[in-house]
């Protein structure tokens, strides 16, 4: 991981990764036991630039945060804390309770999991993660709350869950990190429901712990990112749940017609239903791509690209983006910070479309570094974060903001993941190379 | 006059102590006036909070509107996030986090800050970089000043430490003041030269829209002004040290730097109200017009300047409108005037902090409106929502993002930062704006009907201030 200082981070810190995951989960109460400022960074500098907002985390609602002061960095602030959380519970709705802190309180040496073992004597429904920034990017974050959850919440008593036959866990889409989370869980819902087993999303809309509750259940779960394999491998010694690892989300025809061969062949599926939905959903999508051609060709579609994003977008994206609309890749940046080994794995499927394009891969996040690298690609168009922009228009590039931070869209149920995401991307990318364009068809 | 043996230490004082700043209150203003009359303020703390701006996040803004100039987060990536947002909008210069590890916080960093100044330096070549401390470096004591010492030399380049914390003082508008302290501590110093004949603009954070206006009355009575630090570079520094006075476009947000430069520099402080609603406006322009000895030009100026938007006034467009108003003190107590311009009635009033600056207006707030209750609190929704269940204003002017809560019950809110509010532009636009909310409330209506507030049925039962209690000493 990378501990370099960064230029223009486009990612926070790991509480904000835990605030984010939680946040999207109905129901789930975040405590910040932190400085008061730490909510507000995160409600200012990621709910803001994250695309789809959580219902429930939505900037309406300020977090229950124990805004330490300079004596509770002195004399320890865990009796602050003790208060906070009873009057939590007392004051905000939930059905879990979480205690997330900051890197003031974890300097000071707060004990949480004791604070957080008398809250549960008291049969309050309350876990915790040690989330302090320091602990690493906002990725990490949503690892740290996805473990608390897998361990702790077994602890908490709930209802009894009927069985959810073909249940196939979702792990890796980081709420707001990717600004298209919720659009990306619909659109993988979408494609395990044709094969007729039924997505365990955890997240979003309408899910609330009951689904996490469910994850012993499940016959398999599926990872789209590197930062979903943590949580993987926790069901997996739990429960025995095996795993699979996708090289991102799964864009347009042809990666969701290989994602619905890989899971025929490892679970059990209704072969004549598959088949008629991969048919049905194949010709539309064909339909629909003949029916762009003028603007293709007349408006100049087939540009040259640098595409800057998350390993959990990137793969599924660069893929698509030459293989199905054919245009041709000049620099492909991956930024989350992946250790070096996973760096290696998520570089192999790129390879031979890097090799074959001359083009050039990177693993970056500090800004300066990716302003330059983007110079020196000439890419006519480039894909990226609304921190790329200024050396788009440097560049005169057309350009899509699709990662994170996203300023300037309204997000809701958008995504690129599945057949339908794969004509939003068109459409999206489309529409920015029209820009301030004027096409002659004769 | 002071000396900057006046202004010791790295950072200021807290404005709990300078100015005896209180940020948990409900209840009657005259009680609270009555405890500034006396011996002491008594804090109050809260036993429940929400999330709340701090130095950090405040001095992060006002960083951002100074040209030529780098700014260093020193801290884990986190302290850096609500930079993004300058980062988006246009004007703000480059900035770096040192992204702090854990072993980086209990071992000290400075080989890493010492690597990121230089970086942003030779990439960028700002004419000054600013460091930021964070909550941890503020707790494990990181060595800046050291790092400021010897790169500044090395680099030949202007480098200010500003010493946030994130909990010094309860009040956010401590970070104005923990960036200006630096600013007269560390900025290069005017050599004994003659008065100029501009006068100081100073501004912070206020919107585009708002400093235009205030910059166009200043122009109007034939002054030149220096707007400073928004748009303005270090080096001008020395040239606000020179100036005839200053006028602040807020004096929550330039207190410290005016009083200052009074103190060190002999540039008198007009610590006026703020530029809101008509006589708001008058009143500062005619304050600005007595310095200047220009009384009669401002008289006309204000006379001619009300005349061509007397028409929004006489339609007094909230006319048995009952409104409440949540925002920093100089703002919202300066709002209130407006509603009443307008025809409109006070339902309630929350201010983020109160401290000394704001008694008299306060004291204005009491005997106009005696029934009501004074609530201070930044951030702290629960609080304001229980508040408006009782109050059921029929409008809610609010600067905090908690202001959806309001909708949520049914009361349309509107966004006060989003609004030009300064002078004869900002009643035409809030009247507008306002009028706008109140005339068609159908999204309102359904959010009202499907929102769901996340608070317990019990804690609207109870009294708004049960988690205030007095601070235990």
Known sequence: ?442 | MSTLNDYPGRAPASREKRLDSVSAYLGEARALLKEYGGAEVDQRIRTFSQSAPDDLFVALEVLSGLRDTGVIIHGPRGCAASRLRQSLAEHAGPWLVTNLTQRETIMGADSKLRAAVAALYRRYRPKAIFIVATPPVAINNDDILSVVGELSEELGVVILPIFTSGFASKSSAQGYDAVFHSFIKYLPQPAAEARGEWINLLATTESEPDRREAQRLVAALGVDALTFPHGAAVEDFSRAATARLSLPLDFDAGHYLGEALQNLHCVPFLQVPRPIGLAGTRNWIAALGQALGKEAQARELHAKEAAAIAHVVEAAPLRGVRVYVSAAPATALGVLDLIQELGGEIAGLTVTHLDRLHLEAVAKYQERSPALQLHIGNGQGFEEINLLKRLQPQLYIGSGVHLVQAAQLGIPPVFLPRLPILGYAGIQAFAHETGKALRNQAFLSSLAARARLPYQEAWTRRSADWHIKQEVK
């Open chain 1, 1 to 442: 991981m990378s501990t370099s200082y960064i230029e223009r981070s486009r990612g926070s810190c790991a509480l904000h990764g835990a605030l984010a995951t939680f946040g999207a989960i109905e129901g789930v109460v975040p405590v910040i036991h932190a400085t008061s400022g730490c909510g507000v960074q995160y409600q200012q500098g990621v709910t803001q630039f994250g695309g789809a907002i959580p219902a429930c985390a939505a900037w309406g609602n300020p977090l229950s945060s124990s805004n330490i002061t300079e004596k509770h960095v002195v004399f320890g602030g865990g009796s602050r804390l003790r208060e906070q959380l009873k009057n939590t519970i007392k004051l905000l709705q939930g059905d879990l309770y979480v205690v997330v802190t900051g890197c003031s309180t974890e300097m000071v040496g707060d004990d949480i999991p004791a604070m957080t073992k008398e809250g549960r004597e008291q049969g309050w429904p309350v876990i915790y993660a040690n989330t302090p920034g320091f602990r690493g990017s906002i990725h990490r974050g949503y690892e740290l709350a996805v473990h608390a959850l897998i361990e702790q919440l077994p602890g908490i008593p709930g209802p009894e869950l009927p069985p959810e036959p073909g249940l196939v866990n979702l792990l890796g889409i980081i709420p707001q990190q990717d600004p298209f989370w919720q659009g990306h869980l619909l659109g993988l819902e979408r494609i395990f429901e044709a094969a007729g087993l039924t997505a365990n999303p955890l997240l979003g809309l309408g899910h609330g712990i009951d689904r996490w509750r469910r994850l012993p259940q499940a016959a398999l779960t599926v990872v789209t990112s590197p930062w979903g394999r943590d949580g993987a491998q926790l069901l997996e010694e739990k429960y025995g749940t095996p795993w699979v690892e996708l090289h991102g989300i799964p864009v347009g025809a042809r990666a969701t017609g290989a994602l619905l061969d890989a899971l025929a062949e490892r679970l059990p599926v209704d072969a004549a239903r598959l088949a008629a939905y991969r048919q049905t959903q194949e010709s539309w999508f064909e339909r629909n791509l003949v029916r762009i051609a003028p603007q293709y060709y007349a408006g100049g579609f087939q540009q040259e690209f640098a595409l800057v994003g998350e390993s959990g977008f990137v793969p599924g994206a660069a893929e698509f983006l030459v293989e199905t609309l054919g245009l041709i890749p000049k620099l492909i940046v991956i930024t989350d910070p992946l250790a070096e080994e996973t760096r290696d794995a998520w570089a192999q499927p790129l390879q031979s479309l890097v090799d074959t394009f001359k083009a050039k891969l990177a693993f970056a996040e500090d800004a300066g570094e990716i302003d330059d690298l983007l110079r020196a690609s000439h890419a006519e168009l480039i894909i990226g974060s609304s921190l790329d922009r200024p050396v788009a228009d440097e560049l005169h590039a057309s350009f899509l903001p699709v990662s994170f931070p996203v300023a300037n869209r309204l997000v809701l149920n958008r995504g690129y993941a599945g057949y339908e995401g794969g004509l939003a991307f068109i459409e999206d990318l489309g529409s920015a190379l029209l820009r301030g364009r004027s096409i002659k068809l004769i």
